[in-house]
């Protein structure tokens, strides 16, 4: 007797569906059960689908997929329609995937279709029913939990996501993520009461009867509905006299590109008989939490890679500089690697200096990161050798313009280009000489909290022209001011130009500090040594935030641009004599004779100094009296121009006193300019505006200066006024 016979005497019928051409193939029986003719036929797939109630074609498609996955039977039940969409009959039918032949992708689908007597709806034998609600909770939650382990960015934030699941129907009341380690598995995140109720599960040998590690070793999921069912199947993992407290347990391999990384544990505390929609969930969330792990924990390691570069082309230790405090910050850009071309450095000199670098080189990648640290090395090297700034720069630009490179296929060259501030620091006397190759000019905080720019001469950015110059400029760093040096990064990020970017720096440079508790003293910066790391901080988190507590290290959310920036604080300390005392404000600019347009930046830095001053039109009647005063030596003699302005006394009453000094003898003489004259109006504008002038003859040239006295808040002038007018020349 046939099988088909056979069959065909309990109402059983044949089917047969091919993956790959997505033919179906109905013998006799099966194709009178789903409502066609009593006769072998072959259908496509769109035609066999017309014979099933649409929500059901649906479930078993999934079934389906579930069985191919875990190498089970598919069983599912469904619903026969005619074409006016009327149930005909409902069927069961139980399937086995089977590979093709040969090395063809994809598989044979074999089963048997019966029909049942009593028409169900869409259930799976002891599962939930089918119902459009339950199917429309599930799709729900696997978009969330899709969303959720998506968004996840580390390893601990992915297993605290699997842990708040709450899958709908039957939730578990504990999870377990398993991971592998060589010929060991062991648990790196649990959630619930803990695994140990059932079993220790850390650090088990793969070939331990257990079902994680059969999970591992097969790639199958384990499904355990009942405690007999798994002291059954696992006797040497089950311990009789351990307290119980779960009913059910499933067991999924997390398997990434073919590659099985770990299992999942789901247990329940109360009965589950894991029906096949309830095992295509916990398979879809076992896939996403694959893919979650495996991304996250890459991202780790590229962040620990990056971490490490990075900390390897930093200063290995804090600087020890007698009389100066040092605090650095490098924030990596949040994208790729996070790793880029900015760096910082402290190079101790032959001449017993130090030297202080910051840096950008062009580009946020795995080059720019390679160049910088070959760049690093070359500037610590010219600088060992005992080079000036000028000389540093200047074979650090060769060295950089030597170093384009053909890149890709093509052999096109990819030169970059590096920002570069370099200064010799000499702690004694105060004196910083800076070499500025396109960087930003360092910002000054001087004694009473002010912040300025200080404008420094410079050249072209590093690798552009190897033969460029790179003039120094002399800071003095008086005693209790800090100089900030930092990269664009921490300038420009946000939107901002240079403009808007200082004065956001600037909120927080200037931000007043307390006396440090029980000293009864304030260093002249208001900040003890401990409070500069303070200060760093907060220029950081003034441009992204405070740091995530989600993140694995500082600020590890995405960034723009790197950041780097060095604080370096002159110490002093002044004792506060009485509530009116305040230090000395003082600043100093070269105005050469080859760089006239400096003139403008010293304007700038007079008014960034009066900025508090009581009375605007004597600012600028200040600012007008400089510009005569550098002009004039300009002008009329053939040297620089050295202007040192100082602000001193109370707020009210505090005194501005500008000196510019000259190399040259000629003293001036009062003209008297006709209405169309070009010049001649210096001295007489000093009369005018000025409450005190002078010009004092000096062995290596001369020094013309002014005063002014501000207002008190009566509108009388200060108590500096009141000291007698100094002599005039």
């Not at 850390?202 to 509905?225: K, N, Q």
């Not at 007999?228 to 006299?241: D, H, L, N, Q």
């Not at 505006?689 to 000096?698: E, M, Q, S, T, Y």
Request: charged share 25%; with cysteine.
């Amino acid at each position: 007797m046939r099988t088909e016979d056979l069959l065909a005497a309990i109402a059983t019928g044949l089917w047969r569906w091919d993956s790959v051409s997505g033919a179906v193939s109905y013998d006799a029986e099966a194709a009178r059960l789903v409502g066609l003719p009593a006769e072998a036929v072959t259908l496509p797939e769109a035609a066999a689908r017309a014979c099933f109630h649409p929500a059901d074609w649906l479930e078993v498609k999934a079934i389906v997929q579930l069985a191919v996955a875990e190498g089970t039977l598919a069983e599912a039940r469904l619903r026969i329609v005619d074409e006016k969409g009327t149930v005909l009959r409902t069927v069961r039918t139980r399937s086995r995937p089977m590979a093709r032949g040969g090395s063809e992708d994809g598989y044979h689908l074999l089963g048997t279709l019966q029909e049942v007597p009593d028409p169900l709806p869409g259930t799976s034998v002891g599962g939930p029913p089918i119902t459009g609600d339950w199917r429309r909770n599930r799709e729900a939650f696997l978009l969330d939990a899709g969303r959720a382990l998506a968004e996840a960015m580390s390893t601990a934030e992915v297993l605290r996501v699997a842990a708040g699941l709450s899958m709908p129907g039957f939730s578990p009341d504990g999870l377990a993520v398993f991971g592998v380690q060589g010929e060991r598995i062991s648990v790196i995140g649990h959630h619930g009461p803990r695994a140990g109720a059932d079993r220790p599960l850390h650090d088990i040998a793969l070939s331990t009867d257990h079902p994680a590690a059969e999970v591992v070793r097969t790639g199958r999921a384990v499904y355990l509905p009942t405690p007999e069912e798994y002291r059954g199947r696992f006797p040497a993992t089950w311990s009789p006299g351990r307290p119980r407290i779960r009913r059910s347990w499933a067991f999924l391999p997390l398997i990434v590109a073919g590659h099985t990384i770990g299992a999942w544990m789901a247990g329940f505390a109360h009965p589950v008989s894991f029906s096949p929609d309830e095992r295509s969930v916990l398979t879809t969330i076992a896939r996403m939490l694959a893919q979650a792990l495996s991304r996250t924990a890459l991202q780790e390691t590229e962040r620990e890679l990056a971490d490490g570069l990075q900390r390897s082309m930093l200063p290995a230790s804090k600087p020890d500089i007698p009389g100066l405090t040092v605090a650095a910050r490098y924030v990596p850009t949040g994208g790729g690697l996070q790793v880029g071309g900015d760096w910082y450095d402290v190079i101790g000199l032959p001449s017993g200096r130090t030297a202080l670098v910051i840096g950008d080189v062009q580009g946020h990648d795995v080059r720019a990161a390679g160049i910088m640290g070959q760049l690093r090395i070359a500037v610590r090297a010219y600088a060992s050798e005992g080079h000036h700034p000028d000389a540093v720069l200047s074979r650090a630009s060769r060295f950089l313009a030597g170093l384009a490179e053909p890149e890709g296929p093509d052999g096109r060259y990819d030169p970059r280009f590096a920002t570069c501030l370099y200064m010799e620091v000499d702690p004694v006397a105060g004196t910083l000489d800076i070499a500025r190759a396109g960087h930003p000019d360092p910002a000054v905080r001087l004694a009473d909290g002010t912040m300025m720019l200080r404008p420094t001469a410079g050249g072209l950015p590093l690798g552009i022209d190897p033969d460029t110059d790179y003039p120094t400029t002399r800071v003095v760093l008086e005693p209790g001011e800090t100089l900030l040096m930092c990269t664009d990064g921490l300038i420009e990020t946000g939107g901002h130009d240079l403009e808007t970017g200082w004065d956001r720096i600037r909120e927080v440079f200037e931000r007043p500090a307390a006396p440090a508790a029980g000293s009864g003293r304030l260093t002249a910066h208001g900040l003890d040594a401990g409070d500069l790391e303070a200060l760093a901080d907060s220029l950081v988190q003034a441009v992204h935030g405070p740091p995530s507590h989600h993140t694995t290290g500082p600020l590890a959310d995405r960034r723009e641009d790197d950041i780097a920036l060095l604080l370096i604080r002159r110490e002093a300390e002044v004792c506060l004599v009485g509530p009116g005392s305040a230090p000395v404000r003082r600043t100093a600019v070269t105005v050469a004779q080859a760089e006239p347009e400096r003139i403008a930046g010293a304007r700038r830095q007079l008014r960034d100094m009066l900025h508090d001053w009581a009375d605007p039109d004597q600012v600028e009647s200040a600012v007008l009296m400089l510009s005569e005063m550098v002009t004039n030596v300009l002008v009329h003699t053939d040297g620089d121009a050295l202007l040192v302005a100082e602000v001193s006394g109370r707020h009210g009453a505090r005194r501005l006193r500008l000196d510019v000094a000259d190399s040259s003898d000629e003293l001036p003489h009062r003209r008297r300019p006709g209405e169309l004259a070009s010049s001649g109006r210096g001295l007489l504008l000093m009369e005018m505006l000025a409450d005190n002038w002078g010009v004092d003859p000096r062995g290596d040239g001369k020094c013309i200066w002014y005063e002014l006295y501000e207002a008190a808040p009566d509108g009388r002038p200060g108590p500096s006024a009141a000291d007698g007018p100094a002599p005039r020349a």
